[in-house]
């Protein structure tokens, strides 16, 4: 565990800005290994046993939020013509840096990915990498036969981009589906689904690399990412690098 200064740790750990982790400091408030320190700059290692009014605090490089994204928020870090995602989190959480790995449309819904690691981000959204992104969409028309095919063939959308191959999994009436992709290109769901002669009308992320949406949470509410989650993701954005 590198050692770092002691206000870091405390700002790291999402509790304060730099300046008021100083303050709580100074004002007695935070213990190291059992003894109190008031010494903002006083060095220690990130893995000790650091408590702020008698509370754990976890230092934490960076940080990994999944989020149930609900319709009307933009997935981007600032807009000043709608909400953004950034906006439903806490003003401490806010703070930390944080952009969407791979971004929502406005109206659609479902699981966000939220992290401070600029590289992580790029593993989930490179089509290199290949993180497989699973939705559920519901559309105006039945998915016509054939739809399948196109989607596995690699689509060819309407200003002639081609998709990589995908899998295109439809409900028995056909007026909705399961749809898994390896790369992320602007509304290609809503694109892909016009070049198989429909519309869609609903769209909802399931699960990123195979981490599935938390459904304990509620439209709006996040939570962190578990190590295992994180785990998963990494292992299938480096699996197709072999
Ligand atoms: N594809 C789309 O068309 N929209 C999304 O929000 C996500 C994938």
Known sequence: MPVMRLDKIIAG?????????????????????????????AHCDSGADVRLDGRQVRWQEYLYLMMNKPAGYLSVTE???????????????RRRNLSPAGRLDKDSEGLLILTSDGDFCHRVISPKSGVEKEYYIEVL?????GAEELFRAGAVLEDGEVC??????PAADRFSARVFLREGKYHQVKRMAVAAGTKVKYLKRLSVGGVALDENLGPGQYRELTAAELQKICEESDNLHK
């Not at 028309?141 to 036969?145: A, V």
């Open 13 to 41: 750990a999402g509790l304060s800005t730099r300046s008021e982790a100083k303050k709580l400091i100074r004002a007695g408030r935070v213990t190291v290994e059992g003894r109190t320190v008031e010494d903002p700059a």
């Open 164 to 169: 990589l191959p995908a899998r295109l999994e």
């Open 141 to 145: 028309d039945p998915f016509p036969p």
């Open 79 to 93: 807009d000043p013509r709608a909400p953004t995602v950034l906006e439903l989190l806490p003003p401490e959480l």
